[in-house]
């Protein structure tokens, strides 16, 4: 058995997140197995405590942090899920949190982020990017002497992600495929290497949207790159640069990495919702839109798809 050898200890994130995450459904998807003539299960994590697998990672690295840095506070920066997942942790951990969020972040996850975090939280809105708001954030963290709670650049982070996989394999160990979205590359990194521990033979490919390529981007270079440009239509997948730990992950992990038009996750989003009900945000959609572009690979097999957030 291969044994990705990282500081990373799933057993102990999925100890600590079991008694407040919701463990998410994994769904056979009937209409999209008999379309690809294999078997397709859905991963809900749109179904999650805050609509999104965020949580899994902010919960558990601020739970183990020691409790000196928790009472002097965190601070995070997002495109909207990972503020969400880090405002409910303040919440129950009962710790002043501080969220920097673009400008442009959609008004509905503003409001949530609030509801969730409710007077633990202070949200301040910067830029039209995360690489603005991450910027602000990290100097805000060093002059009030706070912690920063990334998004997806931290080994805490990323063994929270990972305990995705962990429920996968837990009802399905027989695994042929992952379809997994990719932004700052955190979900990847985790599920990737776990399902590499326990399911060599699984492939696991990435899935970013055409107008933010940055994992490929770093692929293609061999080193993260600061792209000049990117499209934020999936803005829950639209990131500059990819982190460097989760690059140096996601490099031995990924069998593939792919990119999806933003045409394409419209229709997949549409698709979604007229046939299951299943309402999802642009990059909760990514990995089902990849399915068109693998359909001679996955017949036959025992395919997973994440929906990451709605």
């Not at 129950?92 to 442009?104: A, D, R, T």
């Not at 969730?116 to 708001?133: A, H, K, R, Y």
């Not at 803005?235 to 460097?244: E, H, I």
Request: with cysteine.
């Amino acid at each position: 058995m291969q044994t990705v050898v990282l500081p990373l200890d799933f057993k102990k994130a999925a100890e600590r997140i079991k008694q407040v995450v919701t463990k998410t459904p994994l769904v056979y998807h009937h209409h999209l197995s008999k379309k690809y003539d294999c078997n397709i299960y859905l991963k809900r994590e749109d179904l999650q405590v805050v609509r999104s697998y965020k949580i899994r990672g902010a919960y558990n690295m601020m739970s183990s942090l020691p409790a000196e840095k928790l009472e002097c506070g965190v601070v995070c920066a997002s495109a909207g899920n990972h503020a969400q997942g880090f405002a409910w942790s303040c919440k129950k951990l009962n710790v002043k949190g501080v969220v920097f969020m673009s400008s442009i972040t959609p008004k509905q996850k503003l409001q949530q982020t609030k509801m969730f975090g409710e007077d633990n939280i202070q949200i301040i809105l910067v830029g039209d990017t995360f690489d603005d708001c991450a910027i602000a954030a990290k100097k805000y963290t060093i002059e009030n002497g706070m912690t920063f709670i990334p998004p997806f650049e931290d080994y805490r982070i990323i063994e929270g992600q990972a305990t995705v996989a962990v429920e996968i394999y837990e009802e399905l160990s027989n695994i042929d495929c992952v379809f997994i979205p990719v932004g700052g590359g955190g979900l990847a990194a985790g599920m990737g290497s776990y399902l590499k521990t326990v399911s060599p033979k699984t492939k696991i490919i990435g899935v970013e949207p055409e107008g933010a390529p940055s994992m490929l981007a770093a692929f293609k270079a061999g080193h993260p790159v600061t792209l000049e440009n990117i499209e934020r239509f999936v803005d829950g997948a639209s990131v500059k640069r990819v982190g460097d730990i989760t690059y140096s992950i996601c490099k031995d992990v990924l069998d593939d990495m792919h990119l999806v038009a933003e045409g394409k996750v419209c229709s997949t989003i549409l698709q979604l919702y007229n046939e299951d009900a299943i309402v999802v945000e642009p990059a909760g959609a990514l990995s089902i839109a990849a399915l068109d572009d693998y359909k001679e690979q996955i017949k036959g097999k025992n395919v997973v798809c994440i929906l990451s957030g709605s």
